[in-house]
């Protein structure tokens, strides 16, 4: 791969991870108005209880579903300023690091995704694993599951 498509593939990537984030975004605002509603439209009845334990739960959930939505902004604003642009000779925000088995790139904290037919696991830079990778190069192992990883690529 030459450098200019190593570039392509963090840029695919970063954009990959922005259209998740955007998607999780809208579900979390739909999820909240559809709380909302659930609980405004809960009725009155004789059994008092009953209608102040829906419009709690709904609130409840509405709150969760803000949590999830706080989280994902966040996520999403530190994403954006991540630089993809240039090949990295260490571990850093916006580096992709190689190892035999498993493909890190430092960006959000979006988890273990299958992107283009290949396993990314994506890290936030303010991650313990990503810290581990922090500063490393090709040829660095670090612990991880018990064992440990040695990385064999970096850009």
Known sequence: MTNQEKIG????????GLDLL???????REAMNQAQEAANSEEKSSAGDKYETGRAM????KEMHARHLAESLKELAALQVIPVDAINVHGAAGAILRTEGITF???????????GGTTILFLS???PL???????????SIPFGG???TIVEIF
């Open 147 to 149: 064992g440990s990883l």
């Open 125 to 127: 830079p303010l991650a």
């Open 130 to 140: 990503a810290r581990q990778l922090q500063n490393k190069r090709v040829g660095d």
């Open 22 to 28: 955007k998607e999780r975004i809208n579900t979390a």
């Open 9 to 16: 593939f963090k840029n695919n990537l970063k954009n990959w």
């Open 58 to 61: 709904g609130q409840l959930q």
């Open 105 to 115: 790139f430092i960006s959000a904290g979006l988890g273990k995704q299958e992107v």
